[in-house]
């Protein structure tokens, strides 16, 4: 069993900052790549922002130059820095874990919400 917490979110006002993070534990081989999704209410859940083992990331164009995805291999956990947040930033974000054997890993999501 592998369980994903993730914690972070909350209410903030545009151009604020928020960080997030998710361990990652139980019975997890080494991990490849880790990333965070997000979906907003009446949209598909999208890419935010991925990072393999190695360090290598990607980012959707939305996000670029506001978001940092970094990790711990150490602790299983990777975070997302939200910088200059906005109003279309709102929605439910899940981190994902993909281990070496292709087993694929969903948190249950955090909220985020940009509002003044």
């Known amino acids: 069993q592998v369980q994903l917490v993730e914690s972070g979110g909350g209410l903030v006002q545009p151009g604020g900052s928020l960080r997030l993070s998710c361990a990652a534990s139980g019975r997890i081989v080494s991990i490849y790549g880790m990333s965070w999704h997000r979906q907003a209410p009446g949209k598909e859940r999208e890419l935010v922002a991925l990072?393999?083992?190695?360090?290598?990331?990607n980012y959707a164009d939305s996000v670029k130059g506001r978001f940092t995805i970094s990790r711990d291999n150490s602790k299983n956990t990777v975070y997302l820095q939200m910088n200059s947040l906005k109003l279309e930033d709102t929605a439910v974000y899940y981190c994902?874990?993909?281990?070496?054997?292709?087993?694929?890993?969903w948190g249950k999501g955090t909220l985020v919400t940009v509002s003044s």
């Open positions: 990072i393999t083992r190695g360090g290598s990331t």
């Open positions: 994902k874990v993909v281990d070496y054997n292709g087993m694929v890993y």
